[in-house]
């Protein structure tokens, strides 16, 4: 078969201790998920159902890499966030089989326009301006559920230039992973490859040309990413 214009490869992250990488299909994001977020946010953070908005694969950075500091916004903001590779098909998931479909773990950044964001919000439009933009989506190499588990609680932290931002534990999730799993199942056929981003604690803030960010979930991994200047 010929490609009518030039193939772009699917976007991938590295597999840790291995060879192999780990194809990204769909990326996937949970919104306030963390209590002290949705405060922050403005919102209340009562259970109402878990909602979800989506990037684009190719919106992947590899971990350690320098960024062209993203165009049109004047309020970028980070969310640091652990990342859910599945790793088998399913719809209709029970959560009590949900962990069965992880093929495992990331530390992921959902990097946020809050400006392009915000004025969509207020207009009732979607969110993609401010979400699913050029490299908005750094995450780590990807730690298999037999080397990391299943991490449901644990801290998880951001540092801008070394001083931390946001912090928060991952129990503190107001929809655990296989709860969104089993919602995101309900709502679309998840695929092998498809990454969920499950979530920011609060702190959320600025990111400004020349910042390094600093995240960490524990028994997941380390990101780190750079702003051009
Ligand atoms: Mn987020």
């Not at 590779?85 to 959902?110: M, Q, R, S, T």
Request: charged share 25%.
């Amino acid at each position: 078969m010929d490609y009518a214009v030039k193939f772009r490869p699917t976007p991938h992250l590295p597999v840790a201790e291995s060879n192999e990488v780990f194809p990204v299909g769909r990326i996937y994001c949970v919104g306030r998920n963390y209590a002290e977020h949705a405060r922050e946010m403005g919102h209340d953070p009562e259970r109402e159902p878990p909602f979800f908005f989506m990037k684009p694969a190719d919106a992947i950075v590899p971990n350690g890499a320098t960024i062209p500091f993203p165009q049109a916004t004047n309020d970028l903001h980070h969310e640091i966030e652990m990342v859910v590779a599945i790793g088998k098909d399913g719809a209709d998931i029970p959560a009590e089989k949900a962990l069965d479909h992880v093929f495992g773990y990331g530390v992921g950044l959902d990097m946020t326009r809050r400006d392009l964001q915000g004025e969509a919000k207020k207009m009732g439009r979607p969110w993609e301006m401010g979400k699913a933009f050029d490299n908005s989506a750094p995450c780590t190499a990807l730690k298999t559920a037999a080397m990391a588990g299943h991490p449901a609680k644990g801290a998880i932290w951001l540092k801008v230039n070394g001083a931390v931002k946001q912090k928060g534990d991952l129990s503190e999730m107001i929809w655990n992973v296989p709860e969104m799993i089993s919602y995101l199942s309900r709502l679309i056929t998840l695929r092998a490859g498809d990454l969920i981003m499950s979530g920011t604690p609060a702190g959320v803030g600025p990111v400004k040309a020349g910042d390094r960010l600093e995240g960490h979930v524990d028994g997941v991994g380390e990101l780190t990413v750079t702003y051009a200047k």
